[in-house]
């Protein structure tokens, strides 16, 4: 997978210098310098958050996402404290989400050792992280068992500031979140930025600070209100947005389509009229909604189902896929792009009989990575898609490890978790 570039995994190998990592689009951040580490206690907070089944990691990506930086952290002498989260507890001590299934993966990754401190906080923790030798690495227990960390808790980040000389931002996933351990803590310990994170905005800040025309969104999921600052941007910026999921049943119910029993978001209706009426003026991107659709009275493998013109939708049909029309639309739409942001599944994918617009678009993407086009890919649906039906993820260009905080970055939000690392 392309999470990081030639020159980092020629970081790993020792080829190239790893005393001050730098990329250009992180001018206005620190970044990590390796001279200063030597015998040092390092904070790395990664953003594993990853699913775990029967006890059981399945999906290592964002856990090797975090490999290099770490790597480099041990190579250069010092220890190694993880901090992390996994799913959301809501502030209790819950052991279905506990992060000890991701020691055996981390030991196989690092080839060595890995520690597991069983409470986030307290005595034993901080003597675990005291006693740690360089080279040595300690994963710490889910941050979210502490009700300050999502409360964003002054005193949570004082106790964690305690097991460490310093900080490293590694968790663009949760960039966009006012955490303890994301903005409390980096004000109490020199910080600097991971080489994941850096990464991450060396690609991401290249949809507006540089972009390839023409410039296609492929945005779909359940929110409107995470989608709609984005989709505002592309309105501007780019040339084309391509819909999908409940996000396009709201823009097709706003066009004055029944939409049955599809999800989707009537109070969002009025925003998403707005929004095609900006989107038919001149200069600004087309809003490519659904024409047809995949419809069923359920979202199960045995159902009977039938490809509709929107507004031939009635009574108790459900939309749970993207139509032929619209997919052929889409693909043509593709075909001609230069540079392809895609976020979320067109379709209700976790049924396969409902995943096959998804599997035409993404077989469209990686055509156009082929022919030289760049493509971003992002979002946990996103890449569980790729995971269950197996395609493969390395053939895009880059693949963020965010979901809403790619979201958020490219729609020019405030990620408050970057002020906290600004020069």
Not at 145 to 166: I, Q, V, Y
Not at 215 to 224: F, P, Y
Not at 373 to 385: L, N, Q, R, S
Request: aromatic fraction near 8%.
């Amino acid at each position: 997978m392309k999470f990081y570039t030639e020159a980092i995994f020629r970081q790993q190998s020792g080829k190239l210098c790893t005393s001050c990592v730098h990329y250009a689009p992180m001018s206005r951040y620190r970044t990590m310098d390796s001279s200063k580490m030597k015998g040092k206690r390092v904070i790395v907070r990664a953003g594993f958050d990853v699913p775990i089944e029967e006890g059981k990691v399945v999906d290592f990506e964002r856990i090797e996402a975090v490999i290099p930086t770490m790597k480099v952290i041990l190579d250069a002498e010092a220890s190694l404290v993880v901090l992390s989260h996994q799913g959301r507890p809501k502030g209790k001590k819950d052991l279905a989400f506990t992060q000890k299934p991701l020691v055996p993966v981390l030991e196989k990754l690092l080839g060595r050792s890995v520690a597991f401190a069983p409470d986030v906080v307290g005595s034993e923790t901080e003597k675990m992280a005291m006693s740690l030798k360089p080279g040595e690495v300690l994963l710490v227990e889910n941050l979210r068992f502490e009700p300050g960390e999502e409360k964003n808790d002054p005193s949570l980040a004082k106790h964690l500031a305690a097991l460490g000389d310093m900080y490293v931002n590694d968790a663009f996933t949760n960039s966009h979140r006012k955490h303890a351990s994301m903005v409390e803590l980096p004000k109490l310990l020199p910080s600097s930025a991971g080489l994941n994170l850096a990464h991450e905005l060396e690609y991401l800040s290249k949809v507006h600070d540089d972009p390839r025309r023409p410039l296609v969104l492929i945005i779909s999921g359940a929110k409107m209100e995470t989608k709609i600052p984005i989709i505002e941007q592309f309105l501007s910026k780019g040339d084309d947005i391509l819909l999908g999921g409940c996000v396009a049943n709201t823009f097709i119910a706003a066009r004055g389509f029944d939409v049955g029993k599809s999800k989707y978001e009537e109070a969002y209706v009025p925003k998403a009229q707005e929004l095609m009426l900006l989107a038919d003026n001149d200069g600004k991107a087309n809003i490519l909604v659904p024409r047809d659709a995949v419809v069923a009275t359920e979202a199960i493998e045995g159902a009977e189902k039938i490809d509709l013109p929107v507004e031939d939708i009635v009574g108790d049909m459900a939309i749970f896929d993207i139509g032929k029309v619209t997919i052929e639309r889409y693909i043509m739409v593709i075909e001609k792009a230069e540079m392809i942001l895609w976020n979320g599944p067109l379709g209700f994918y976790e049924v396969n009989r409902f995943s096959h617009g998804t599997k035409r678009i993404a077989e469209a993407v990686a055509a156009a990575t082929k022919r030289g086009a760049v493509t971003i890919v992002g979002g946990g649906d996103t890449i569980d898609f790729h995971r269950r039906y197996g395609y493969p993820l390395d053939a895009y260009t880059f693949v963020s490890t965010g979901g809403g905080a790619m979201l958020e970055y490219i729609a020019g939000k405030h990620l408050p978790a970057l002020a906290l690392l600004e020069t």
